[in-house]
């Protein structure tokens, strides 16, 4: 098999900010500077920035995760802890917009994470998901089976 990237394509609604964020916060590093647009390796992945305020969903639509609230429309990364506590302290320090604070959940489980949402100041949530072992993300709790 060989090696693959994920693709993310979306809708932002200011282009410098979008640079400030991904560029600034998360340290992702630019590629391509296309009019309209930016591209950036998120964390080893493909992503591209669009300028296109018509089709940013922003908090518009429907949130999960119980006492969170995080939009359904959302990405984001998994991560080492270590890198999850550094990405945190960035965000914190560079004055990130917080959707979720940093908080454990499903603590006592082999999927005990950190979590938090960000928004990128363009109308779009991204999820850092914080674990010892990342493959961890993929595991089925004890008693639990996977519904459609």
């Known amino acids: 098999m060989s090696a693959t990237?994920?693709?993310?394509?979306?809708?932002?609604?200011?282009?410098?900010?979008?640079?400030?964020?991904?560029?600034?916060?998360?340290?992702?590093?630019?590629?391509?500077?296309?009019?309209?647009?930016?591209?950036?390796?998120?964390?080893?992945?493909?992503?591209?920035?669009?300028?296109?305020?018509?089709?940013?969903v922003g908090d518009k639509g429907r949130k999960i995760g119980g006492a969170l609230s995080t939009p359904l429309r959302h990405f984001g990364v998994v991560m080492t802890l270590d890198d999850f506590q550094k990405t945190a302290a960035r965000a914190e320090k560079l004055g990130a917009q917080w959707i979720n604070k940093p908080s454990n959940t499903q603590p006592g489980t082999v999927r005990e994470q950190m979590l938090m949402t960000l928004s990128d100041g363009c109308g779009n949530a991204i999820e850092f998901k914080g674990l010892t072992d990342i493959a961890n993300v993929y595991a089925v709790r004890e008693n639990e089976t996977a519904t459609a």
């Open 5 to 56: 990237l994920f693709h993310f394509s979306f809708a932002v609604d200011d282009l410098d900010k979008a640079r400030k964020f991904y560029g600034e916060i998360l340290q992702c590093p630019e590629g391509r500077k296309l009019k309209g647009r930016v591209d950036y390796n998120f964390f080893g992945h493909h992503i591209v920035a669009h300028l296109a305020p018509e089709d940013v």
